[in-house]
């Protein structure tokens, strides 16, 4: 630790809360020295991609994964694009499951840059990039489903079944966002199709049962979005312990039940999703405060009263 203290004393390093970086001068000087390059750098990004690809696996240090990814790419020199195309695509998906806006941003903006030559399928990943953004954090539905169904006609099925079940299924969500239901059930379910047609087992094969589930809900038929949800949720479980992704399943199904009246069983669901929530990331963090203002709402938009006895056992 004296070592770190004393290169902070000489002005090379800061130390902020659990971070520690070179000072800005340091930094600028060392990237001219050393041009770090898609080459030159090609295991280390490797690794973080294949952390990127843990699709349904959390991670306890990701702000810190995605700090330093946004510093590569503003700062790495690009000597390989079709690596670094992959790279930065992979990194914008894990991203997106923590909805780590300004990372998705600058990826977003730096897919933009070389969109007149894209492949084709990557093309169409950067008109999902733009809907993603566009509704999840701009909250403009019609936009996000413009671009959602962009990136539909753009992609190739035949090369990545995998991706245009992705695309079909982001389509749909954004119409179920808009409330328009009947073009989510249709763009959901040829999803479904899509996905059992690629046929390997996958996280987002769960994602897409998920909103499927969600969308059945609102269309009047809780029990078959609950025994959805409830399959999935299992093998969630069974894959990945107990993860966010299954944390999210059961708060899900207890706002099921408790749109059914079925209390109790809401109870115990949102008991168990919020203690999850507790142990991965602290009662004090943005996602646990988050996930308790989001049932917050809901609750209060069904009459139903909050109190911290529907979140705990």
């Known amino acids: 630790m004296n070592d770190i203290n004393d290169l902070e004393e000489l002005g090379l390093i800061k130390v902020e809360s659990n971070r520690i970086s070179l000072q800005p001068i340091v930094k600028d000087i060392a990237i001219a020295d050393l041009v770090p390059s898609v080459n030159n750098c090609r295991k280390m990004l490797t690794n973080l991609q294949n952390i990127s690809l843990h699709h349904g696996v959390d991670i306890p240090y990701y702000q810190t994964l995605f700090l330093y990814i946004e510093d590569v790419v503003t700062d790495i020199k690009n000597d390989d694009p079709d690596f670094y195309i992959r790279f ?106 899509l996905m059992s047609e690629y046929g390997k087992p996958n996280n987002d094969m769960l994602i897409i049962y998920h909103n499927y589930a969600n969308l059945m809900d609102d269309c009047g038929e809780p029990m078959k979005a609950i025994r959805a949800m409830k399959k999935c949720a299992e093998f969630i479980k069974d894959a990945n312990g107990e993860s966010a992704d299954y944390a999210d399943f059961r708060l899900d199904m207890g706002k099921m039940y408790l749109k059914i009246g079925n209390v109790q069983n809401a109870k115990d669901n949102f008991s168990i999703a919020f203690n999850i929530y507790a142990s991965l990331f602290g009662t004090d963090s943005e996602m646990f405060e988050g996930k308790l203002a989001e049932l917050v709402q809901f609750a209060e938009s069904r009459g139903i009263p909050f109190n911290k006895n529907l979140i705990t056992e």
């Open 88 to 193: 930065i695509e992979d990194a914008f998906s894990y991203m997106e499951k923590y909805q780590y806006e300004s990372g998705m941003r600058l990826i977003r903006s730096v897919m933009k840059s070389y969109s007149k030559a894209l492949k084709p399928n990557d093309l169409a990943l950067y008109y999902d990039f733009e809907s993603a953004i566009a509704g999840m954090f701009d909250k403009d539905f019609k936009k996000a489903i413009s671009f959602s169904q962009t990136a539909l006609d753009t992609c190739v099925p035949e090369d990545d079944l995998h991706l245009a079940a992705n695309l079909n299924m982001n389509l749909g969500y954004n119409y179920h966002l808009a409330g328009q239901l009947e073009p989510a059930r249709e763009y959901m379910e040829r999803a479904i199709s």
